[in-house]
């Protein structure tokens, strides 16, 4: 028998009991040791839940049984949840998580620390909700040079743009929505601001790239910014506005990564991507280019994600299975400033203004723009070029191009 905690009752963690229950007799078919839920953690009282007597407040009876093989925590954030990782780690017992603050600020000692004690530590839910994305980047991708992770990795802020821009609301009526619909973090501003998504980023360079890339090192800029005029503008030119996360392998191989919203050409499958689907986007040397697609976020396809970990770690309970990738650095990360793109702009100005400073550009229209606005894409040019043209110009947005 795997007997499994669960640390937190929240969206996802009662998602987990939840498809531990509906599930549970066809997922113990394919197991030689059935997995079990012997208990749930959390400070709340939960008296009306068909899971009430797994109910316990107290996280050292889990650490202190050791019957306990598998613990999930799905309290989020890097304070209590980090303390009762370490310590069921240190108890020999594996994590299973879909926490990315933790992953992305402490994942490089964590999984040291599972490795020391011959635990494991998994985290496919951390990134891309339901879509599996930790494993086939650490496994089934791990004969290629990985050279660019590019994606659309939260689901909130990829649903706010998608009613912004089908269906003309405003930012804080479909931001309601998102966090009716259990996909928002408990304090949305991780999502608009970019920081989930730049959590995101890092799990995923650090898996891809070897090194530890830390969110302090990405520079990260949300949806806050944009508005119904950006997308009326994104649609005269056929493109569509997204908050991407993106970690390139540059000179000496070190990690450009940065998440800003980006004007996405229609031919870029990235564009297509709705709702509060994520997509993420890898190439190899030798694979070329591949997409992974699914529900970025959601109490259930959380859930599937947490529960194949669960199952993962119940199959390799006496072994470690060596994720892991090295420690960070000041050498690991360089930013994006020389990267070059074409640019949409969008500034308070004269045409003419705008033309001395960036020469041609092409010009966008919108019905109702008002007077002085002015809206274009420009030539390809690096931030830091770009921003030297720009400087003198009263600038209301600048994205980058994805071609
Ligand atoms: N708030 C996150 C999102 C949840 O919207 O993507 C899934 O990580």
Redesign the pocket.
Known sequence: MVNVAILGFGVVGSGVAEVLAKNGAQINRKMDNAIQLKYIVDIRDFPDSPFADKFIKDFAVIEQDPDVNVVVETIGGATFAKDFTERALRAGKSVVT?N?ELVAQHGYELLQLAKANGANYFFEA?VG?GIPIIRPLSQCLAANELTEICGI?????N?ILTRMIKGGLSFAVALKE?QKNG???QNPA??VEGT?ACR?ICILASLAFGRHVYPDQVPTEGITGVTLADVGYAAACGRKIKLIGRAIRREAGKVCAYVAPHLVDEENPLSGVED?F?AIMVKGDAIGDVMFYGR??GKLP?ASAVVADVIDAAKHITGNKCLEWGPGGDDVTTPPDALESAWYIRAKAASADVKAALGDVSFLARSGAPEHEVACITGVYSETALQEKLAGLEIASCFRLLA
């Open positions: 879909s990315k951390s909700g990795l939260n689901g909130t802020t649903y998102a996909y928002a973090e991780a999502d989930d995101k509060v994520n970025g976020a959380t």
